[in-house]
């Protein structure tokens, strides 16, 4: 029978990787054994391997250089966006809370994206006026999903504000990459046509379909964004909106493409300068 051990007092539980060694146990984040063992002392655990940072990824590694180095070169901040996020990221958020938003808006976001915001920033530096931050981005994806355009204050008032579904089980993701303008703009008249009748709730139901399984992630103030999408055959692509049910614009890129592509792109810019 395994000896117990207790461990007491760590917010942060790491590696016990030789059960010979004495009990007395500090400094760590993440329990890995096969033994029976109590934890007391803590007031509260939950998804201790959650806990644990992973290994930083090649991509943030390479955000968080182009980024400094663009904010060298462009240190008057003339690029466009620049002075609006000045090459500097919100700081970044625990999986846990992703896994929570993730959870609440039944979407899995993708893997850079994830990256982006666990090790390099919740929002912060990139195209345009910048990446929002998580709870801007649910603000700002209630509207895309549900057409209510209404003020912040209002908007989480709504009952199902905190919980609505950005992807839904039940329906197909229209945009992918067979999607044409004439599909797209069928789909407009209809949305335009519902509106014109006053009939807000079908035109909410039709409008959320056509964005299933995307998220708007970015900050434009020339009423463009850019989509990200979650699912289908174009997961994890970047794809520029122009306007309220303008046809979605695919750049062909990733989300990790797009990010580093924006950076080198101001780097060069303030290179010829």
């Given amino acids: ?45 939950r998804h201790i391997i959650e806990t644990d940072m992973p290994p930083v ?20 901040l003339n690029i466009h ?12 958020v625990l999986g846990s809370v992703v896994n929570d938003f993730e959870y609440r808006h ?11 915001l666990t090790q390099v920033g919740n929002g912060g530096a990139g195209p345009d006026n910048g990446l929002f ?13 549900s057409g209510s355009n209404i003020h912040l204050s209002e908007a989480i008032e709504q009952p199902d504000y905190f919980t609505m579904p950005y992807k839904l089980d039940d329906k197909p993701v229209i945009i992918n990459s067979e999607l044409t303008d004439l599909q797209w703009n069928e789909l407009c ?8 009748k006053g009939n ?12 299933n399984g995307v998220i708007h992630i970015n900050s434009s103030i020339d009423n463009c964004g850019i989509l990200l999408v979650c699912d289908g055959d174009m997961s994890g692509e970047a794809i520029e909106m122009t306007g309220d049910l303008g046809r979605p614009y695919f750049l062909g890129i990733s989300f990790e493409e797009w990010m580093l592509g924006y950076f080198k792109s101001v780097i060069r810019q303030a290179e010829r300068k």
């Fill in 57 to 76: 990824s090649e991509f943030a590694v390479e955000l968080l250089r182009l980024a400094l180095t663009a904010k060298d070169l462009d240190h008057e």
């Fill in 189 to 196: 008249n209809e949305l335009y046509s519902l509106r014109a």
């Fill in 81 to 92: 966006g620049a002075q609006v996020h000045r090459y500097e990221f919100a700081p970044v």
């Fill in 133 to 145: 931050p998580l709870d801007m981005l649910e603000f700002h994806n209630y509207y895309v999903h």
């Fill in 106 to 116: 039944n979407i899995r976001l993708p893997k850079a994206y994830r990256e982006f």
């Fill in 200 to 211: 807000y709730e079908e035109y909410a139901k039709k409008r959320h379909e056509i964005y």
């Fill in 1 to 45: 029978m395994a000896e117990e051990i207790n461990i007491t007092g760590l917010d942060m539980i790491r590696h016990i990787e030789d059960e010979e060694q004495p009990a007395e146990v500090t400094g760590l984040e993440f329990i890995k054994s096969d033994e029976t063992f109590s934890i007391t002392g803590l007031e509260n655990i």
